[in-house]
Nanobody
Framework: QVQLVESGGALVQAGGSLRLSCAAS????????MAWFRQAPGKERDFVAA????????SYADSVKGRFTVSRDNAKNTVTLQMIGLKSEDTAVYYC????????????????WGRGTQVTVSA
């Protein structure tokens, strides 16, 4: 069992930056693919970024490429999402997720989820 807790969400102006963190407990994260998803009000949960267990591979949604960077520190059991150039359309609850697959980009592949952290970008 893996417990995930996100932090770092905030209200920020358009063009600003935020750094989201996901802290894991219960198991070491090195055996899990990790990802960030987001869900805006009234919309489905969308893929944002994923990183493989060994951090050797990453993938991003087209809407965040060049602005968001996902990283992980398996020794500290943490995953981070650095976000720059934030836009109003980035407003959502951001979720951290862990998959028993070493790399995946679909929500169905993820076995463990955090409760989310709110990111609000004002125009």
């Amino acid at each position: 069992q893996v417990q995930l807790v996100e932090s770092g969400g905030a209200l920020v102006q358009a063009g600003g930056s935020l750094r989201l963190s996901c802290a894991a407990s219960g198991r070491t994260l090195s055996g899990y693919g990790m990802a960030w998803f987001r869900q805006a009000p009234g919309k489905e949960r969308d893929f944002v970024a994923a990183i493989s267990g060994d951090a050797g591979r990453s993938s991003y949604a087209d809407s965040v490429k060049g602005r968001f960077t996902v990283s992980r520190d398996n020794a500290k059991n943490t995953v981070t999402l650095q976000m720059i150039g934030l836009k109003s359309e980035d407003t959502a609850v951001y979720y951290c997720a862990a998959s028993l697959l070493l790399f995946a980009t679909t929500p169905r592949a993820y076995n463990y989820w955090g409760r989310g952290t709110q990111v609000t970008v004002s125009a």
